[in-house]
C-alpha cells in the first residue's frame, strides 16, 4: 500500500500543473536584425536594414534553410507611399532585396518561395 500512495502522491500534483509549454523557437535575432515567427510555419525570418539593402535570413528551429532559387517580393509602406522590391537569393539561407530602404514607423511584408515550393510571408513593424 505504500508504494501505491507514494506514486499517486508523484502524480496528482502533476495533473494540477497541466500540460508544460511547448518550446518556443529560438527566435533571437543573430545578424542584429527583427525577427518574425509565423504561428503557421516552423520557419524564422530575421530581417536586416542595411544601408543600401533588406537582407532576410531563414531558419528552421536554427536549421539554416537553403535560398538557392527563392523568388519573392519586399513591399514597404512609408506613410501612404508603397513600394515593392524583388527578393533574390543570397547565400546560404538569406535573400535580399536590393536598394531597399526601410525607416522608423515603416511597416514591411515578405512574401518568399522556396526552390522546394514551400511558401512564407514575414511581416514586421519598426518602431
Known amino acids: 500500500m505504500k508504494k501505491g500512495a507514494l506514486i499517486l502522491a508523484a502524480i496528482v500534483p502533476m495533473l494540477w ?3 508544460l509549454p511547448a ?5 533571437e535575432p543573430k545578424h542584429g536584425g527583427i525577427m518574425n515567427w509565423n504561428e503557421n510555419s516552423e520557419f524564422t ?4 536594414a542595411t544601408r543600401s539593402d533588406v537582407i ?3 531558419e ?3 536549421v539554416l534553410v ?3 532559387g527563392a523568388k519573392g517580393q519586399l513591399v514597404v509602406t512609408s506613410g501612404g507611399t508603397t513600394k515593392a522590391t524583388e527578393l533574390r537569393s543570397d547565400g546560404d539561407n ?3 532585396a536590393p536598394g531597399a530602404s526601410i525607416a522608423n514607423a515603416d511597416k514591411a511584408v ?3 518561395t522556396l526552390p522546394n515550393g514551400s511558401l512564407m510571408l514575414g511581416r514586421y513593424i519598426f518602431r
Do not use: C, N, S
Not at 23 to 27: A, I, K, M, S, Y
Open 56 to 58: 532576410i535570413y531563414i
Open 17 to 19: 500543473m497541466g500540460p
Open 94 to 96: 538569406r535573400v535580399i
Open 66 to 68: 537553403p535560398t538557392k
Open 110 to 112: 515578405a512574401t518568399l
Open 23 to 27: 518550446q518556443d523557437h529560438d527566435d
Open 60 to 62: 528552421d528551429h536554427g
Open 45 to 48: 525570418l530575421e530581417l536586416v
